[in-house]
Every structure is written in structure tokens, then in C-alpha cells.
């Protein structure tokens, strides 16, 4: 009896202990499910493609970095923010932030505009009021030494049409570029936002693509031999000022083969089919340069231009030539494709023609009244 009371307690023992590993493996899963679902929140972000012109932003992935210790750097270590703060900021010629010191940046609210592969973005906004921008580069594979020559040749050359950056950080882990903030936004939100360019008519866009093309050309004329072109240009990256003129942001800020420039052709070709077509660069997959050249070979050229500019009243001829540099910019072939200063030229005349054709509709107008 007393060997059977001792079999029956052993087995007892063995099951008493095999349900208490199962209650804490099940503890121990679920606890490292609920840490998943927690950095899975965490990590949300609103993301970009550096290749895709299309930037996702809600209220839920905005926040406040100022309510954090580490200021806009929400994601570094104490020890990053530490070695951040010992290294000096290197502030370029500019009123907007004369005195700015890299502390300011530290202590400053943040909200998150936006992710790529990359780099980061965030507007910051200083004591005195003032906003900015400040880019977050990793993975430049890019000497200290070279990265400050970079931009401060980059400093040299003025445009009225680029924004240039007011200040700069460099480390071997990561670049930080301070710009100013632009209220009235980009070209992408303009054509893409909640007004889905409504108010964005025929001569603002071509008007637009003039200066654009315009500026872009003096900027390669100027780094040719630098060889130091934009490499990300896109419709996210052209703001808009108080006037509503277009600002190439971030020039330079990609390292590129000899096709550097006739990379910038082909961004600025797209810009040209958002303009023309009201469309986004990628809409469900299909890319916009693919789907154009598509309707165009089935000689459906029409179907290609926003109905905004067609009701608009916007000459279909002049459309169509404008859509003509477009292709020619977008060609699969960098060699085959023009240079922006014959981009600029083609089209600084036919908004030379519109200008001219409005002036007579005007001339005519008044002469029967």
C-alpha cells in the first residue's frame, strides 16, 4: 500500500510539474506576442519610397518628439544623443538661423513628415517660432571630409528656385541637413492632395514645369564638373513658396554614377506626366511612364491629360507638344534622352506660346466690347 500511495504521489509530482511548465511557456508566449504588437506600434511610421513619389502621412504616425528626453533623436541611445550634442553644428550662411546651435535641435518639439529607406524627415520647431526641416541620412557611404566639401560647395551656388540648407551635421553613422520649412508644400500635394489640383490649372503647371526645367538646367550647368546632379528628383521634393513658385529641395543629396544628370531628366520627365496627367507615379503597381507610352502607341493620346485641363480650356496642341518632351525625357535610353538645358529651352518657348495666344483671346475680347 505505501509503495502504491508513493507511485501514485511520484506521479502526481510529474504532473504537477509538467502543468507548471505548460502555465509558463503559455505565459512566456503570450508576453513575447504582446512585445511584438507593442514594437509593431512603435515602429509604425509614415513611410516613403525614395523611388516612388507617393508619401503616406496620418495623424497616428505624427507625434510630439519634444514630450521625449532625446528630442527629435526618439530613436538613438543616450550615448548617440551624448556624442550628437559634444559635436558642433555646422551652420552655412543664413538669417533664418544665425546663432542655431545643435542643443536647439536636441530640445526642440518634433513631428515625424515622413521615412524612406535611407533617410528620415522631420519638422522641428525652435523657441523663437521658427520652423524646420531636418533630414536624417544613413548608409552614405561617405567620408566626413568628402560630405563637407559636398555641402559647402553645394553653398557656393544660388538660385532663387532651390532651397539651400541653412546647416549640416556629419558622423560616420549618419548626416543630419537642416532646411527651412516651407508652409505652402509640395508639387506632389498640390496635384495629389485633398483639392486634387482643382485649382491648379493649365498655365500655373506649364508655367511651373517652365521654372523647374529652367532652374534644374543652370544647377547642372553650374556642378558639371562637379558632376553633382539631384539623383531623387520628384514631385515631393519641388516646394512651394510664399508665392507659390517652385523650390528644388534637397539637391545633391544623392551620390550618383556619370548618368546623374540624365537621371534628373528622367525625374523631371515624370513631373511632366504628373503635371499633364493629373495621375500618380505608381497607382496600383502600374507605372505612369508604362502606362502612358501605352496609350499613346494605341493612338489614344487624348485619354492621357487630366480632365481638369481639358475642361479647363487648355490647348490640346500645346498639351500634346508638352507631353512630347515628356516621352523624350522618360526614354528607357539615358543617351537618347536631352539635356535640361534643350528640355529648358522647349519649354520656355511653348509657354512663350501660350503667353502670346492668351494676350490675343485678351486683344480680341476687348475689341468686341
Same mark, same amino acid.
Given at each position: 500500500?505505501?509503495a502504491q500511495i508513493l507511485?501514485?504521489?511520484?506521479y502526481a509530482?510529474v504532473g504537477?510539474i509538467?502543468?507548471?511548465?505548460?502555465?509558463i511557456?503559455?505565459?512566456?508566449?503570450r508576453k513575447?506576442?504582446?512585445e511584438n504588437?507593442?514594437?509593431?506600434?512603435?515602429n509604425?511610421v509614415?513611410?516613403?519610397d525614395?523611388?516612388?513619389?507617393?508619401?503616406i502621412?496620418?495623424?497616428s504616425?505624427?507625434?510630439?518628439?519634444?514630450?521625449?528626453k532625446s528630442?527629435?533623436?526618439?530613436?538613438?541611445?543616450a550615448e548617440?544623443?551624448a556624442?550628437?550634442?559634444?559635436?558642433?553644428?555646422l551652420?552655412?550662411?543664413?538669417?533664418?538661423?544665425n546663432?542655431l546651435k545643435f542643443?536647439n535641435l536636441?530640445?526642440a518639439?518634433?513631428e515625424?513628415?515622413?521615412?524612406?529607406r535611407?533617410?528620415?524627415l522631420?519638422?522641428?520647431?525652435l523657441?523663437?517660432?521658427?520652423?524646420?526641416?531636418?533630414?536624417?541620412?544613413?548608409?552614405?557611404e561617405?567620408?566626413?571630409?568628402?560630405?563637407?566639401?559636398?555641402?559647402q560647395?553645394?553653398n557656393q551656388?544660388?538660385?532663387q528656385n532651390?532651397l539651400?540648407?541653412v546647416?549640416?551635421?556629419?558622423?560616420?553613422?549618419?548626416?543630419?541637413l537642416?532646411?527651412?520649412?516651407l508652409?505652402? &508644400?509640395?508639387l @506632389?500635394?498640390? !496635384?495629389?492632395g485633398?483639392?486634387?489640383?482643382?485649382a491648379f490649372?493649365? =498655365? +500655373?503647371? $506649364?508655367?511651373?514645369?517652365a521654372t523647374?526645367a529652367e532652374?534644374l538646367a543652370?544647377?547642372?550647368?553650374?556642378?558639371?564638373?562637379?558632376?553633382?546632379a539631384h539623383?531623387?528628383?520628384?514631385?515631393?521634393?519641388?516646394?512651394?513658396n510664399?508665392?507659390?513658385?517652385?523650390?528644388?529641395?534637397?539637391?545633391?543629396?544623392v551620390?550618383?554614377?556619370?548618368?546623374?544628370?540624365?537621371?534628373?531628366?528622367?525625374?523631371?520627365g515624370v513631373?511632366?506626366l504628373?503635371l499633364?496627367?493629373?495621375?500618380?507615379v505608381?497607382?496600383?503597381?502600374?507605372d505612369?511612364a508604362?502606362?502612358?507610352?501605352?496609350?499613346?502607341s494605341?493612338?489614344w493620346? &487624348?485619354?492621357v @491629360?487630366?480632365k !481638369?485641363?481639358?475642361?479647363?480650356?487648355a490647348?490640346?496642341?500645346?498639351? =500634346? +507638344?508638352? $507631353?512630347?518632351?515628356?516621352l523624350?525625357c522618360v526614354?528607357k535610353?539615358?543617351?537618347?534622352?536631352?539635356?535640361?538645358?534643350?528640355v529648358?529651352?522647349?519649354?520656355?518657348t511653348?509657354?512663350?506660346?501660350?503667353?502670346?495666344?492668351?494676350?490675343t483671346?485678351?486683344?480680341?475680347f476687348?475689341?468686341?466690347f
Open positions: 500500500m505505501d507511485m501514485y504521489s511520484g509530482a504537477l509538467i502543468v507548471i511548465f505548460v502555465i511557456f503559455r505565459l512566456h508566449k513575447k506576442q504582446g504588437v507593442e514594437a509593431g506600434k512603435a509604425k509614415a513611410s516613403f525614395d523611388n516612388d513619389t507617393r508619401s502621412i496620418t495623424k504616425d505624427q507625434y510630439v518628439a519634444g514630450e521625449s528630442g527629435f533623436f526618439v530613436t538613438s541611445s548617440q544623443s556624442n550628437f550634442a559634444s559635436t558642433s553644428l551652420v552655412l550662411t543664413s538669417p533664418v538661423v546663432g542643443d536636441l530640445k518639439p518634433a515625424l513628415l515622413g521615412r524612406g535611407h533617410s528620415t522631420y519638422k522641428i520647431v523657441e523663437n517660432g521658427v520652423l524646420l526641416v531636418v533630414k536624417r541620412i544613413k548608409d552614405w561617405i567620408s566626413t571630409d568628402d560630405f563637407k566639401l559636398r555641402m560647395r553645394l551656388v544660388k538660385h532651390v539651400p540648407a546647416a549640416f551635421y556629419c558622423s560616420k553613422q549618419e548626416k543630419l537642416v532646411y527651412e520649412y508652409q505652402k &508644400g509640395s @506632389f500635394r498640390l !496635384l495629389h485633398a483639392q486634387m489640383g482643382q490649372d493649365w =498655365v +500655373n503647371r $506649364l508655367s511651373i514645369a523647374i532652374t543652370f544647377m547642372h550647368q553650374e556642378f558639371r564638373s562637379d558632376g553633382i539623383g531623387n528628383l520628384k514631385s515631393s521634393n519641388i516646394l512651394l510664399k508665392n507659390l513658385e517652385p523650390c528644388i529641395s534637397e539637391y545633391g543629396l551620390p550618383l554614377d556619370n548618368q546623374g544628370f540624365k537621371a534628373d531628366v528622367y525625374g523631371f513631373i511632366l504628373e499633364l496627367t493629373g495621375k500618380l505608381k497607382n496600383e503597381g502600374v505612369l508604362t502606362w502612358v507610352h501605352s496609350v499613346v494605341e493612338e493620346t &487624348g485619354e @491629360f487630366d !481638369l485641363l481639358i475642361s479647363g480650356g490647348s490640346e496642341e500645346r498639351l =500634346v +507638344n508638352l $507631353l512630347q518632351v515628356a523624350k526614354n535610353s539615358p543617351e537618347a534622352r536631352p539635356s535640361m538645358k534643350q529648358a529651352v522647349m519649354i520656355v511653348l509657354k512663350e506660346e501660350e503667353e502670346r495666344s492668351i494676350c483671346s485678351v486683344s480680341v476687348s475689341e468686341n
